[in-house]
């Protein structure tokens, strides 16, 4: 049998969402393993796995208008956040597998939640070509990813507010919140899992990373931590292995 | 057709925390005790360890140790007038599946509730009269006393090591704890876990406005520690890592941390896991509980006989079976009559969001490290001037700083974009929150039966829950969260805001996975699905655990008295069911 290391492991659990560590052991090993993008030493970890040219397009564009790279830091498309929901939708959440996903579908209250038909993945795909199918009938002919700053800020607050209703099956403000939901997840999870490359969100707010003991450093009030930001995977801060 | 398995003494339907101790406590009165758990089996080594459970979008944001809506949901409306509509994802609460049940992923914050949270109707009405409770509010007493439980408290807070300071031993006020707990035998086993920045500066706070705070009990270990049945503890390393993960470091309680070393290395012990209990079957005469029918992962069938079943799943799951099985009869909201799905109940949570100059390093915590104010829950105060029934404990938890869901930007903060980016950088390492944890009480139009429309993945219906919040919560949760805000004014901030719930209650955003009732406890098998003992009226050899039994909420985490009132029930199998098999009470 191969020989797997402890990182490998996580990183391949970590990227396919199974559910335990002896579940990934046992699972079926890709048959292009040697050149698979979702594994750790692949020398170009941004080859997408579920989105199209024209969706990477839009995603690139949404996010560098969700979080903005700046002054302060990379933002969330400089930091990995189009591969991160690339690789989410490709996983069991972008699948809905938890969901309960059977009818009837009816419309309910905003208490009753999400009663859309689509999963994750799906609400992407009809999502984004309704916005820039909107956007090219707005903006003579633009796709989102081609207007300019304020006009892409004004389409997304549109889709916030919910004044920008897309289409029957995909209401524009779940799909908007959707987006905000997984840019935001992406700029603080884990670097192995696509975004938050190198540290950008936890560096940018003074998170350390996940750490294993504070018993000295709990009591001393007022003083900022000083040791280096770590991930599960290491301080590398990618997904490349370091 | 399913496949007749040999019968056992007990069978136990889910394997968390009420289960392990029933099975610890059943094996040692010498029965043969089976666990059957919907989940997979998980353990400190290798599932917990800290390299790997340290994974928030993982376990807090993907949900992985939690029950899969899609293989069991339940349908949700507002009111009785609304369609039901099934909860697709989970959002408002958090059953678990799993070997160790929500024992594995919650804080560990385990209270004991008043003295008088437990007869609450006849104390309320002493107190203020009759009048006092609204013509809908059917809270009622729950047919056992504190004092008679006290002993079951101590028990589970010694399994668990609870890391606390007391505040009224045997009746003396103690400097420091808190004084309005009822009276306990002795001390916490440990003593109470290292403060946080943001907890030292409320309990000045709290203090200079004139409130008694004390450090919250926790079931995460301030030291190292061995409980009575000889499982070590390691001290709490405070790595911000509880709520939604596993322990790897051996420092909160849970059944596999306190019970299962033990429990599973007895031959009278056995457990399966990937069961789906769908039934429990019972004999020609209706009396009786003959066994249960349980499917498997490959969707086999089985019959499981036993002398004695205890449902043991989570609060809503022991409802469903109990309505699917045909046992008690079911609740009808429109005559008032009928007892299984009754006083369902849930708890109502606010907070105060405060931002301070100082670096508090959110993310050094542990999931109960936490001060807190006792002086407006439960009947603590005086409610004469307030026109509403309950309260809350007031907290400031530091339970880590986990970057996806344990931020706060100040209120006016834009959503996204770079104002909201600045705003993270700004604020991360010197905000907190203060929380407030209300009760509910239960009403005539709260409650569970079985949905007409939706179907689980066997075909069997849905549970439908029936829920809001009532002016009476609305009001008490205002007013407590007054309270919070006055100690958050008093941490002099920058700036602070309450974040206060309105209106309907909502499935949607996570507030507390404290369900409870619809198999309530009580002396009257009118008004309750099971007697003092939790055992069912109607079939004998029948019990229920877990807040299914709470006749309404009380402003506590449940943990402990569900850890309490279990003990009592063991005892009471052990002690008076099984030299006389029958009705603990006549009704």
Redesign the interface.
Known sequence: MEKITRRQLLLRTALTGSASLFGSLLGARPANADSNPLLPDSPNPQTYTYFTQPEIAFLSAALARLIPTDDLGPGAHESGGVYFIDQQMASPFGRAERWYMQGPWKDGTKEQGYQLKLTPAQLYRIGIRAVDANCRSRFSGKTFAQLGTADQDQVLHDLDDGKLNLDEDAPGKDFFDMLWQNTHEGYFADPMYGGNRNFAGWKLIGFPGPRYNYVDDIGKFGKRYRQPTVGLSGRNGNIRKG | MAKKLPSTDVVLVGFGWTASILAHELTEAGLQVLALERG?F?DTV??FA???I?????YA????LFE???RE?MT???SMD????????L?SFMPAAGVGGAGVHWNGQTWRFLPSDFMIRTHIEQRYGKNFIPEDMTIQDWGVTYDELEPYYDKFEYLCGISGQAGNLQGKIQAGGNPFEGPRRRDYPLPPL????AT?KFEQAAKEVGFDPFPCPAANTSKPYKNPLGVQMG?C?????CEWFGCG?YSKASPQTTILPVLLKKDSFSYRTGCDVTRVNLDGSGKLARSVTYIDRQGKEYEQPADLIILCAFAQHNVHLLLVSGIGKPYDPASGEGVVGRNYAYQITSSVKVFLD??L?P???AGALGQGVDNFNGDNFDHGPHGFIGGGYIALWTTG?R??LQ?QVPKDTP????G???A??EN??TSTEIATHGSVMSYRNSYLDLDP???DVYGNPLLRLTFDFHDNEHKMSRFITGKAAQIAQAMKPRSWYPDQRSG?????PYQTTHNTGGAVMGNDPKTSVVNRYLQSWDVSNLFVMGASVFPQNAGYNPTGTVGALTYWAADAIRNKYLKNRGPLVRA
């Open positions: 997979g998980r290798p599932d800290t390299t790997y340290q994974d928030e979008l993982r944001v993907r949900h992985e899969e809506p899609a949901t949700f409306r507002n609304q369609v039901a509509l099934p909860m697709r994802h959002g290292k403060r946080s920045y030292a001290e390393t405070y790595c911000g890592y470091n100082d670096i390093n993310f050094m915590g700083g970057p996806i931020t959503k996204w974009g770079g909201w980016k600045k993270m950088a991360y390492l429309t939706y179907r309907h209650y909502s499935i949607v």
